[in-house]
């Protein structure tokens, strides 16, 4: 059995965050090394996107398991969703640079691109509010705003579990963005817990809970750390 677990995060950490998030992609060198990391240690990509989606684009990758929507099922939106995600949909029509992205069960709303303004301020908030009306769980991305059922699982949630299926074999986990912070200082209490976050302008954090690391020098970073 492999002892170590390296948990990897998608979006900003495998993948550089980019205009649109439909087009996210990994870098061949990224690939190459991601496939040595699976010859040496099991490897778990976490992420909010559908598993469907990162497996094409991790495609000819062997080893990896890939737990998609935050370890949610997928499933049929409620009525509240819908309408959560028609009502969002029409406060950010026509603001240059927002988008909204459906997904299973849920959807996001992406600004990455959008000049910051009293309009996309105001247009934030107005998704803010529609997804507190609907008694949605709001997570916070790197610009990116994400609505799911108030019962869904959250990543914090997911990475728990794999740390405490583990054992006491060593579990490392990277990410960048908020939701990844979160899960960091959920899991940071379990003695074979590591977490990294990868350095970026948006995330704040105390290196004192999560190691720091350029996102070039991941996987040297994580090499040291199996």
């Known amino acids: 059995m492999k002892k170590t677990t390296v948990v990897l995060d998608f979006d900003g950490t495998l993948a550089g965050i980019v205009a649109d998030p439909r087009k996210a992609y990994v870098g061949r060198e990224e690939k190459r090394r991601l496939a040595e990391l699976a010859s040496k240690a099991r490897v778990v990509i976490l992420t909010g996107r ?27 939106k409620t009525r509240q969703m819908r309408r959560a995600e028609r009502l969002v949909g029409k406060k950010i029509a026509g603001i240059r640079g927002v988008l ?17 303004g009293k309009a996309v301020g105001r247009a934030i908030g107005e998704a803010r509010k529609a997804g507190k009306e609907g008694k949605l769980r709001i997570i916070r991305g790197r610009k990116t705003i994400e609505f799911l059922e108030e019962s869904a699982l959250v990543k914090a949630d997911a990475l728990e579990k794999i740390v405490r299926k583990r054992g006491r074999a060593k579990v490392v986990f990277v990410g960048d963005d908020q939701s990844d912070y979160d899960a960091i200082k959920r899991c940071r209490a379990y003695r074979n817990f590591i977490g990294v976050m990868v350095e970026n302008s948006e995330t704040g954090f105390s290196p004192k809970t999560a190691r720091p690391v350029a996102r070039g020098k991941l996987f040297s970073l994580i090499t040291e750390l199996l």
């Open 100 to 116: 909204l992205e459906t997904k299973p069960g849920g959807f996001a709303v992406h600004y990455r691109t959008a000049h910051p």
């Open 50 to 76: 559908p598993s469907d989606f990162v497996k094409k684009k991790l495609a000819g990758i062997r080893g990896l398991a890939i737990i998609g929507l935050h370890g949610n099922r997928p499933s049929a």
